[in-house]
C-alpha cells in the first residue's frame, strides 16, 4: 500500500508518517530530503540555487550517499531546497527516485509512506491513501522555532515565520507540482491536535481505507 502525506512546512507530516510506518509496518520516504540534498549541495559549492542550469546538473547526478551526515536542516538549506524545488528540471531528475521507491517497497515492509509536497498529486496519484496535514502558519512557526532551538539557532520566532510564510508562498505558487491537497485528500488540520490526535485521526481515515475497524490508537 501506498500512503501519501503532504503538506507545508512544519505542520508534522514526518512526525505522522514516522509513527505511520511503525504502525502499519510500511517503509519511509521524506521526499524533502532530495530537494533539501540538491539545495545543501549547492550552497556547499558555493553555487547559486537560482542557478536552474547548476541545479539542474546537481539533481540529475544527485543521490542520498553524497549528502550523508550533511546538515540538511539549517535555515539557509531550507530556503535553498524550496528555491531549486520550483525549477521543473530539478523536479523531473528526482521524480524517478520517488516513484521507484513507491513502485519497490523494501524488502519486508508492507508498504511505503511518502511525505512532502506532490505526493498525491503527481509522484504517486493512485496512493490508496491521501493525507494533507496542515496547520496555521503561526502554529508551525512555533513548532519550528522550538525545533531550531534545541540545536542552538538563535533565529527569532518572527523571522522564522517570515520564512515559513515565503516558503509556504514559493511551494504553493510555483507553476511545476505546486503544493496543495490533491482532491482526493483526507485534510487533517493540526493546528489545536497534539501528535497522538493526529495520528489516531490518520489511522481512523487509513483502516476505514483498508476496510478494517482497528482500534484507534491513543498512542504509538
Ligand atoms: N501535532 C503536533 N503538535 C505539536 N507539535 C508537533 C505536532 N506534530 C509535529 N510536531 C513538532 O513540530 C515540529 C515539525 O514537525 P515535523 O518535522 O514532523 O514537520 P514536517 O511537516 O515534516 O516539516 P518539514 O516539512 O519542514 O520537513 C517537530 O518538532 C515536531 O516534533
Ligand atoms: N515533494 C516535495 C518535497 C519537498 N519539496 C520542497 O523541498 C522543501 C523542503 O521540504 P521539507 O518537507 O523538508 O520542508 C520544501 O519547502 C519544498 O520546496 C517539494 O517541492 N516537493
Redesign the pocket.
Known sequence: MVIAV?G???SG??TLSRRLCTYYGLSYL???????GV?WILLSQNLDPRHEEDAARVARAFSLDQIDGAD??TPDV?RA??????QPEV?AALLEF?RDFAAHPPKGSNGVV??????GT??CPDALVKLYISASPEERAKRRWLELEKRDNAMGLDAVLEDIRR?DA??SG?AT?P?RPATDAHFIDTTTLDADAVFARACRHIDQALGVSGAVPASN
Not at 81 to 86: G, L, Q, Y
Open positions: 503532504d507545508p512546512a512544519a507530516k514526518g521524506d521526499t524533502g530530503i532530495l530537494y533539501r539545495g540538511i536542516r531550507s531546497s524550496s528555491i531549486v524545488a520550483a523536479r520517488q511518502l511525505d512532502g509536497r506532490d505526493i503527481v509522484v516558503r514559493r511551494d510555483r507540482a503544493m
